[in-house]
């Protein structure tokens, strides 16, 4: 898990580009009435425009107010880190699945007065997906390479650090 600002950017980025994307694929399968090879190059052509709109609810709203209510309920020390990382898991996809529903209803579904309706159906139909998602293959994932890339190249920077002081 994250420990300093660049890595929380680091981390966000990387589950921002994995959720966005799968997401934007689904909803693009959804319109299109199923899954087909065009679907994954017609998501790149959102991508740009919903990245950095996740990117920024979830560094500052989404993310510290998951955390806060994670860290309500549960003791870091004595709590199974499972349990904290399904929790602000859930909670991310709890607080993100409606604004992100929101920011595509209004970006690309002509809702016209209609709009409230659109935006709950989506937000009901992207919210079981977010949520599968996120927790079996984008928070896994995510974490794994994560977790492989402070390993494998900040170890050093880490350990002349440690060895200085």
């Not at 860290?71 to 699945?97: A, D, G, H």
Request: glycine share 4%; with cysteine.
């Amino acid at each position: 898990m994250p420990k300093t600002l660049g890595q929380e950017i680091l981390f966000t980025i990387m589950m921002v580009l994995v959720m966005v994307y799968a997401m934007i694929c689904y909803n693009i399968a959804l319109a299109t009435g199923g899954l087909s090879n065009s679907v994954f190059l017609l998501a790149f052509h959102e991508l740009p425009i919903m990245m950095p709109i996740a990117f920024v609810l979830d560094i500052f709203i989404v993310g510290p107010i998951a955390k806060k209510i994670t860290f309500s309920k549960f003791n870091p020390e004595q709590t199974n880190p499972v349990f904290i990382v399904l929790s602000i898991s859930i909670c991310s996809v709890w607080l993100m699945c409606p604004l992100m529903s929101l920011a595509a209803t209004i970006l690309f579904k002509d809702a016209g007065s209609e709009f409230v309706s659109v935006w709950l159906q989506t937000t009901a139909m992207n919210f079981p997906m977010a949520l599968c998602w996120q927790i079996f293959f984008a928070g896994p994932l995510v974490r794994n390479v994560f977790g492989f890339i402070m390993k494998t190249f900040f170890k050093g920077s880490v350990n002349k650090a440690q060895k200085a002081a």
